[in-house]
T-cell receptor, first 112, second 113 residues
Framework: GESVGLHLPTLSVQEGDNSIINCAYS??????FIWYKQESGKGPQFIID?????DKRQGQRVTVLLNKTVKHLSLQIAATQPGDSAVYFC???????????FGPGTRLSVLP | NAGVTQTPKFRVLKTGQSMTLLCAQD?????MYWYRQDPGMGLRLIHY???????AKGEVPDGYNVSRLKKQNFLLGLESAAPSQTSVYFC????????????FGQGTRLTVV
């Protein structure tokens, strides 16, 4: 079936550097693409979303880019901090938000 | 405001036993979901509900049943637990149709031996 996946399972960055987490998706019909953060022992937490008719959306220290031509989604975290260490999931959903399809996740480790 | 609360947090079952996982949300959300999370496989949708009294199957519904008798509660049942159901289970809720922000509970770690 359709799925959302990730290029890299792990990513290590130095504190203060920028992080880029990538995601490939296959369902061209998805209306929204979402990033979630999951800290150890906790449930996923919403970070930011982007609608399929947009290319870029910015939040606080995060930017999501959507390239529909190559079906690629990325999450950029500026000035990565130790508190950013977590597993990041991309997800996609249709307009009715009834079924979020999650990718396998990327573990981000922030090095001191 | 507690958000989404799951009970219990941990449980060990013997093969063939049954149990019910409880999810409660206090945000008046219409949509509720049950996911399972296995290593390297992300979250997979088991069942979901779009309102009180309604339920629907997700990606991996076999071996599970659900009920949504009250808007704030969503129950996940395992009638005859199997080792393949060893996983971390997450409940989530969202407000309305098209809402991309789902709120997750802390998870229930279930081991079936």
């Amino acid at each position: 079936g359709e799925s959302v996946g990730l290029h890299l399972p792990t990513l290590s960055v130095q504190e203060g550097d920028n992080s880029i987490i990538n995601c490939a998706y296959s369902n061209s019909a998805s209306d929204y693409f979402i990033w979630y953060k999951q800290e150890s022992g906790k449930g996923p937490q919403f970070i930011i979303d982007i609608r399929s008719n947009m290319d870029k959306r910015q939040g606080q220290r995060v930017t999501v880019l959507l390239n529909k031509t190559v079906k690629h989604l990325s999450l950029q975290i500026a000035a990565t901090q130790p508190g950013d260490s977590a597993v990041y999931f991309c997800a996609e959903t249709g307009n009715y938000g009834q079924n979020f399809v999650f990718g396998p996740g990327t573990r981000l480790s922030v090095l001191p | 405001n507690a958000g989404v609360t799951q009970t219990p947090k941990f449980r060990v079952l013997k093969t063939g036993q049954s149990m019910t996982l409880l999810c409660a949300q206090d945000m008046n959300h219409e949509y509720m979901y049950w996911y399972r999370q296995d290593p390297g496989m992300g979250l997979r949708l088991i069942h979901y509900s779009v309102g009180e009294g309604t339920t629907a199957k997700g990606e991996v519904p076999d071996g599970y049943n659900v009920s949504r008798l009250k808007k704030q509660n969503f129950l996940l049942g395992l009638e005859s637990a199997a080792p393949s159901q060893t996983s971390v289970y997450f409940c989530a809720s969202s407000y309305v149709t098209g809402d991309t922000e789902a709120f997750f509970g802390q998870g229930t770690r279930l081991t079936v031996v």
